[in-house]
């Protein structure tokens, strides 16, 4: 644009004859132009689009609370199925039943492939639960409605790039204590699919594992997390640092516990990309004015650029 309108004010200084050459060579010229934009366009990756992303947000969070094992949260599974379905991927249901403090449960974790290159897989996952609170209703736009839109988006994303890996995206289940978070009742989805994969032996192609959780505070701080595995966790941050996100991606650390915990204790090096310090955490005013399409537009960019170079690593050891 900026190329054309200057071309366009050189030429009316010339004379007539002279002016209707340059005005033909200018039509060829922005002809060209239009065409390598076009063809930049198609050949450069897609982006992460929070807009989008948003989209997916309002409408879970529309839903309602969607504890493991509600009505709501079939709901939900049903929305992620059809987004998928939409850009012409299939989600996979894994499917159990688990003991709880308030009894028996079915829980569900949707997993989606996407193939690359290499069979080797990098996960991306992230929990679309919410926490039970019989006191008010509690609908998690962070927590687990952000993870959730940002899987979604994520895998719109992988799928238009070239991957060198493949890329699991899983919506796990049960993240949410039932009760309190303490002995097993936490963290169903992701101990019963790296249970699973221990036994049908899946997990040894799992190379490494991306969890987002709780990534659309408004005032987004995510800080380093101790029992993540530290050099996937450098890639991140460096990438964020390279980026000139330092204040988003800070580099004090804190430490963790959530769904990467049983991929650790496994041996999958993994990391969670989660903004703790959340005034809204828990409470009812977890809600669309506490969180912001730009917190996730932050995590999709850097979450996106960090991945060349975790894959660089994983094809060199
Ligand atoms: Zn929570």
Request: proline share 4%; net charge positive.
């Amino acid at each position: 644009m900026k190329v054309g309108r200057s071309k366009t004010r050189r030429s009316t200084q010339r004379p007539q004859g002279a002016l209707r050459t340059i005005v033909s060579v200018y039509s060829a010229c922005s002809a060209l132009i239009v065409v390598s934009t076009v063809a930049a366009l198609a050949q450069s990756p897609v982006k992460f689009d929070s807009n989008r992303a948003w989209g997916h947000l309002q409408q879970v969070v529309a839903i309602g609370p969607r504890p493991a094992g509600s009505p709501a949260i079939e709901q939900t599974r049903k929305y992620i199925r059809e987004q998928l379905a939409a850009i012409g991927l299939k989600a996979v249901e894994q499917a159990w039943e688990d003991e709880t403090p308030l009894g028996r449960v079915r829980l569900v974790n949707l997993i989606v492939t996407i193939p690359g290159a290499s069979k080797d897989r990098i996960a991306i996952t992230g929990h679309y639960d919410t926490k039970l609170f019989r006191e008010f209703p509690f609908v998690g736009a962070s927590d687990g409605g952000s993870s959730t839109a940002f899987l979604l988006e994520f895998a719109r994303v992988l799928k238009a790039r070239k991957n060198r890996l493949t890329y699991d995206l899983i919506f796990l289940d049960g993240e949410e204590a039932v009760v309190d978070w303490r002995g097993k009742d936490n963290t169903y989805g992701s101990r019963h699919y790296v249970e699973a994969a221990k036994r049908d032996g899946t997990l040894k192609s799992l190379k490494a594992m991306i969890l987002v959780d709780m990534i659309a505070d408004r005032d987004l701080g995510i800080r380093r997390d101790s029992n993540s595995t530290p050099w996937l966790t450098d890639i991140i941050w460096n990438t964020a640092a390279g980026m000139k996100l330092s204040n988003y991606f800070l580099p004090a650390s804190t430490t963790v516990e959530d769904d990467h915990l049983p991929f650790l204790a496994a041996g999958v090096p993994s990391v969670d990309v989660i903004d703790l310090d959340y005034d809204a955490w828990h409470t009812r005013r977890d809600t669309l004015d506490s969180v912001s399409a730009r917190s996730m537009q932050i995590v999709g960019d850097v979450l996106l650029a960090a991945l060349p170079a975790i894959e660089q690593r994983l094809a060199a050891h």
